[in-house]
């Protein structure tokens, strides 16, 4: 019978000639297997005496151990290799073009919400969202908008079913209700932004039954109508990418703000051509106001105290008079070449540093 010392040998080379996991795999059968050579040479101590039976034993089970241990350091440097090999070949070549089929576009609403937030988030706004179905008492009651008052039918309301207790949810009209939920969470000072989408029952070239705002909430000890002025005039610069932007600030009236403003920008129409800047027109942008004492004292904030101011911008309005888009319809059509045409490109994050448009 061929000495124990040779067939180690035999066998440990046999391991290391291996020179992939499959190859590894036949030689550990041919070793440990079944009817492998050492599985055989344990077969045979039946036949021995019960002493030297025990010694040989002994040796055979030592030698299982340092075959055993061998095999799985070879299997680990082979798989080690065979990751090496797949990462040494699956290399990416960033210098390449980008491949044509990468045609995806961001639309122009993500991009407005990015921009928005991109010069809000400068002014050290947070940005905070509200669930898009409401009930009564955020999307009115809260905004001093009581059952029976004339401003709940102009808001042309989606509601859902009542329920056992009557009471019915609804979808939000404006992101107004998420000023609500900011004040009834946590203490004053807040300054946030909440973008999202409203939805109304209204559907022609400037309306459609579902569209975004950005809603935005100042309130501390100090605020004023200045700093309300001051910011949506700064915000519409940067926004509009035009430095001497005309603007005024109309009267107007919403029931959670007094009092209350609309923006408008100047813009000129002239040969059908809409152009933003100086001009002989304006375009309204949003509503503003300072927040209505009585909305302060039904989100739990000390009116006596605490003061600011709150706006409420549409987005598709803002995309439209920035980008030239003529049709809202058309937002929502999802159609690909509509999306190439007025789309922007994956990856120009708009910044205040790197530009907001490129
Ligand atoms: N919620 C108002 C609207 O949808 C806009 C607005 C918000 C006005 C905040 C004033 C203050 O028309």
Redesign the pocket.
């Known amino acids: 019978m061929q000495n124990l010392e040779a067939l180690r040998a035999e066998l440990l080379a046999s391991f290391e000639q291996a020179a992939d996991l499959a190859a590894l795999d036949q030689a550990r059968v041919a070793a440990l297997g079944k009817k492998g050579r050492l599985t055989e040479r344990m077969k045979g101590l039946g036949t021995l005496e019960p002493d030297a039976r025990k010694a040989a034993g002994q040796e055979l089970n030592r030698l299982k151990g340092e075959l055993t241990e061998a095999l799985d350091a070879r299997r680990a440097a082979l798989e080690g290799g065979a990751l090496d090999a797949r990462l040494g070949a699956e290399k990416v070549d960033i210098t390449l073009p980008v491949r044509p089929e990468s045609e995806g576009r961001i639309h122009p609403i993500s991009q407005v919400l990015d921009e928005m937030a991109a010069i809000f988030g400068d002014m050290g706004f947070a940005i905070v969202e509200g669930p898009d179905i409401e009930d009564d008492f955020h999307n009115f009651t809260a905004l001093n908008i009581p059952p029976e008052h004339p401003a709940r039918q102009m808001h042309d309301t989606f509601y859902f079913p009542e329920r056992d207790d009557g009471s019915r949810r609804l979808l939000r ?4 209700p998420v000023q609500i939920r900011t004040m009834k969470a946590g203490e004053p000072p807040y300054r946030i932004i909440a973008p999202g989408r409203t939805y109304r029952c209204d559907y022609d070239i400037t309306h459609t039954p579902m569209f975004h ?1 950005i ?1 935005g909430l100042v309130v501390d000890e100090h605020t004023h109508m200045g700093h309300l002025k001051g910011c949506l005039i700064d915000f519409a610069k940067s926004f509009f990418e035009v430095d001497n932007l005309p603007v005024r600030f109309r009267p107007s009236y ?1 029931p ?2 007094e009092p ?1 403003a609309e923006m408008d920008i100047g813009c000129s129409r002239d040969g059908g051509v809409l152009r933003i800047g100086e001009g002989a027109d304006w375009m309204e942008i ?4 300072m927040v209505n004492p009585r909305v302060l004292e039904m989100s739990g904030v000390d009116p006596a105290r605490y003061q600011g101011f ?3 911008l549409g987005v598709e309005r803002s995309a439209m008079l920035k980008y030239g888009i003529p049709d809202l319809r058309t937002f929502y059509d999802a159609d690909a070449r509509w999306l190439k045409h007025y789309g922007f490109a994956a990856g120009d994050v708009p910044s205040l540093v790197g530009g907001l448009t490129r």
């Open positions: 009209t404006h992101t107004s705002q809603e919403f959670f703000t209350s949003l509503g503003c106001g709150a706006f409420g």
